[in-house]
């Protein structure tokens, strides 16, 4: 399967934690990479590997899998963390492709 | 810092190749350590991987688009390119190149460019 499926949509009070899913056959094989981005702007990675932030990133922002489920958690969600979220795998036939899911529109309230 | 740059023209006539560049600086497109890949997004919708291209000039494209794309480079401009032949209005999208590193189980796209709007009108 070449699918990734998202929440379209998820809220958070502002300070609480958040969860955003990304399920797919793929994620049973590699793991996801999750990506910020705000309106106007080009994606900015957040999460890679098994748990890995790009330096720049705070460290509220963690990730974690288990079986074909990759999850992205805020702790203590920010107003700057409203974002949209996606995440990317690839195929999980063993092939080259990359796929990314619909996104999750995180509005913080 | 590495950064990416598209270039190309905004407006492309339906039927029409699409053709935008992506300018490489702060780092070498023939490192044999990363991927170069082409993304694009839909106004108001979500992401979409077109294909890659290795410094060797080994390419992977999108099967949904691999009869109608050609991404191709050039290492001593530090440079890689993206044609989309007969486009339609459903290929109106911003488009982005990103470099890819990782491997084996984990890829990511660690450095993007700012994005080209590019529209098909006529």
């Known amino acids: 399967s070449s699918e990734l499926t998202q929440d379209p949509a998820v809220s958070v009070a502002l300070g609480q934690t958040v969860r955003i899913t990304c399920q797919g056959d793929?994620?049973?094989?590699?793991?996801a990479s999750w990506y910020q981005q705000k309106p106007g702007q080009a994606p900015v990675l957040v999460i890679y590997?098994?748990?890995n932030r790009p330096s720049g990133i705070p460290d509220r922002f963690s990730g974690s899998s288990s079986g074909n489920t990759a999850s992205l958690t805020i702790t203590g969600a920010q107003a700057e963390d409203e974002a949209d979220y996606y995440c990317?795998?690839?195929?999980?036939?063993?092939?080259?492709?990359?796929?990314f899911g619909g996104g999750t529109k995180l509005t913080v309230l | 810092q590495v950064q990416l740059q598209e270039s190309g023209p905004g407006l492309v006539k339906p039927s029409q190749t699409l053709s935008l560049t992506c300018t490489v600086s702060?780092?070498?497109?023939?490192?044999?350590?990363?991927?170069w890949s082409w993304i694009r997004q839909p106004p108001g919708k979500g992401l979409e991987w077109i294909g890659y291209i290795y410094y060797s000039g080994s390419t992977y494209y999108n099967p949904s688009l691999k009869s109608r794309v050609t991404i191709s480079v050039d290492t001593s401009k530090n440079q890689f390119s993206l044609k989309l032949s007969s486009v339609t209005a459903a290929d109106t999208a911003v488009y982005y190149c990103?470099?890819?590193?990782?491997?084996?189980?984990?890829?990511?796209?660690?450095?993007w460019g700012q994005g080209t709007l590019v529209t098909v009108s006529s």
């Open positions: 702060g780092g070498s497109i023939s490192s044999g350590d990363y991927y």
């Open positions: 990103a470099r890819e590193a990782g491997g084996r189980k984990e890829d990511y796209f660690d450095y």
């Open positions: 990317n795998s690839r195929d999980s036939s063993g092939n080259h492709l990359r796929v």
């Open positions: 590997g098994k748990n």
């Open positions: 793929s994620l049973r094989s590699y793991y």
